[in-house]
């Protein structure tokens, strides 16, 4: 925090000299100079508290370093000798004050988006060429359902988000509600959702010991934070606990007081007071720069890390971009800065939500400079949702045409650890409407009082599909399938399992025809040899010997004779349409004896 004593004490150096230049004419009294003394002290105090209480960015491509000394300036002016106070712009400190505000005001307009417009639409950087996809006719060449699946890997029902973030707020305080003596001293702490893989030992607040076991599941993690002051004085500074909420298994909620056989002590936290308090503790350590919190997260062994993300201005004193992370062990205070590339494996998200969610609007909104009257090629993206692509978290965003509110024009992924986003020309409808069609299904029609959750785009099978969790009191209570081609093709029921068979069903049923490839070529009766099956749910999937990188799938629903075929190396006859794409769909397929 030396940084922000330097600064205050340079900004109290300029209050003085300009005080005393004002006043050097005046009658040398004593009660001048003790009037003198007292505002000094009094300056020096007040911003030596604004940068210890707010932890301001002290940086020269920075407004908060300007506007302390903005603020400087006008202070001086202040209680003027009477043959200034009929003229205030003759008074030099006024002047220079006004100046500074006029300075910062157009610095501040040459670095926006309206003078640097293809700036700062680049700095969205982006894996393919998403302006020249956006300009070309529909009959693109690229295959967008290849790349869909290149990008969101597909996920089995085991592994699908069912709790959302709502619920799984629930369930945290239901454990916390088991312990009065934690609900006394804290509360729960942001929860932040993460992937992760790894085996540990806990001790949860019970005194039960548990032995925990991930690979590659989803789950929540939230610290326990002071209620204030006193009760961090009371707790002597350390929070003995975090909780874990299972994002695919609400019935998996642990409150975690040690690791391994070791008593947690995070003493490094939001909540925490004086030196411990996150942001004061990275000014400390030297980081004077932008730095944002984007939450905790927790490592193969349990460990708790606090994440933030190092931004730096790229477009004068606007442009904000991700350079690096910076990682806090919440236990010992150990500060670690890393390049993007370089960021530990087991961190997921190092890109502040808010941030991409700015810098792809500005990408898609200045599509055609900044003075676009007809809104060519101007998409909107709907809200940021985390999913996961290629076992890496993602930002996925819908975007929507000007003045269409119902459906997509396509979608973006952005990498929640690099920030490189991967845009994808596909028509289709948005999350608001997949909700509302699976609001209104059969099944979940029949519950009034049954709400739907967030719909979370998924890639199911190869189908592009959007899954939310059907809700009563906060509490799963069914799920719900739409797809996000086709709003008509819908799946709810009580368990994952019979939503998902019956979204199968409905897609079957619509889109048999239109859902097999148009470029490709119809095969029947072709004999092939079974050389791996794999089971998920109703869905079969196929390897054959002779179509090497190819899965064939089927579903029991409209394939009943997938369920009696399950041997190695046997012979079937298969009828199927060939296309580029990696997933072929099966019509029929047949064991020969």
Not at 25 to 31: F, H, I, L, M, Q
Not at 132 to 146: E, F, H, L, R, V
């Amino acid at each position: 925090m030396m940084t922000y004593f330097w600064v205050s004490l340079s900004l109290t150096a300029v209050f003085a000299i300009l005080y005393w230049v004002r006043n050097y004419n005046v009658a040398k009294e004593t009660s001048v100079w003790i009037n003198f003394g007292i505002r000094v002290v009094l300056w020096f105090g007040i911003m030596w508290f604004i940068n210890w209480y707010f932890t301001p960015t002290i940086a020269f491509d920075r407004f908060e370093l300007y506007g302390e000394l903005l603020l400087t300036l006008a202070y001086s002016s202040f209680d003027m000798p009477n043959q200034y106070r009929k003229s205030l712009l003759n008074f030099w400190g006024f002047r220079a004050s006004w100046l500074l505000a006029i300075a910062m005001i157009i610095t501040s307009i040459c670095s926006g988006r309206w003078v640097n417009t293809e700036e700062h639409r680049s700095l969205l950087e982006m894996s393919n060429d998403d302006y020249a996809m956006i300009a070309s006719p529909d009959d693109i060449s690229i295959n967008q359902d290849s790349l869909f699946n290149e990008g969101i890997s597909p996920m089995s029902l085991e592994k699908m988000r069912t709790v959302s973030p709502d619920v799984a707020e629930v369930l945290a305080e239901s454990v916390m509600g088991q312990i009065p003596a934690f609900g006394s001293q804290y509360e729960i702490g942001d929860l932040s959702l993460q992937s992760i893989t790894g085996s540990f030992d806990i001790t949860d607040g019970l005194g039960k010991n548990y032995h925990l076991s991930f690979d590659d599941d989803f789950i929540y993690v939230a610290p326990l934070e002071f209620k204030g002051l006193w009760k961090w004085k009371r707790s002597h500074g350390i929070s003995g606990a975090y909780i874990i909420v299972s994002a695919t298994n609400e019935n998996l909620v642990h409150m975690v007081t040690a690791v391994n056989g070791q008593p947690l002590e995070m003493r490094y936290l939001q909540s925490a007071c004086f030196s411990h308090e996150l942001r004061r503790h990275l000014r400390r350590s030297g980081f004077m720069g932008k730095i944002e919190d984007t939450g905790i997260q927790i490592d193969g062994n349990g460990r708790p890390y606090n994440v933030f993300a190092q931004i730096d201005n790229q477009i004068g004193w606007d442009g904000d971009k991700v350079i690096g992370s910076i990682i806090v062990d919440m236990q010992t205070g150990e500060v670690a800065r890393y390049d993007l590339d370089e960021t530990p494996d087991f961190i997921d998200v190092v890109q502040p939500m808010s941030l991409i969610q700015n810098l792809i609007y500005k990408r898609y909104d200045l599509i055609h400079g900044y003075i676009n009257w007809s809104d060519k090629d101007r998409l909107r993206p709907n809200t940021l949702q985390v999913v996961y692509g290629q076992k890496e978290c993602c930002y996925y965003a819908g975007l929507t045409s000007v003045g269409n509110d119902a459906s997509t024009s396509g979608f973006i992924l952005v990498n929640a650890k690099t920030g490189v986003g991967t845009f994808y020309k596909m028509s289709g409808i948005d999350e608001n409407r997949a909700e509302g069609a699976i609001q209104a299904n059969e099944w979940t029609a029949k519950y009034p009082s049954y709400k739907v959750g967030n719909a979370v785009v998924y890639n199911i099978g190869g189908l592009q599909t959007y899954y939310a969790p059907i809700i009563s009191g906060r509490k799963i209570v069914g799920h719900g399938f739409c797809s996000v081609k086709n709003v008509n093709v819908v799946g709810a029921g009580k368990t994952k399992e019979e939503a998902y068979a019956a979204y199968i069903r409905s897609y079957h049923m619509s889109l048999q025809q239109t859902s097999l490839p148009s470029d490709g070529k119809d095969l029947g009766g072709q004999i092939l040899t079974i050389k791996k099956i794999r089971q998920e749910g109703s869905r079969y999937n196929f390897l054959f010997e002779e179509y090497d990188g190819k899965t064939f799938y089927a579903f029991s629903e409209i394939t009943p004779e997938v369920r009696w075929i399950d041997r190695i190396g046997a012979k079937v006859k298969v009828d199927f349409r060939m296309s580029e794409d990696e997933l072929i769909p099966i019509q029929n397929i047949e064991e020969i004896n």
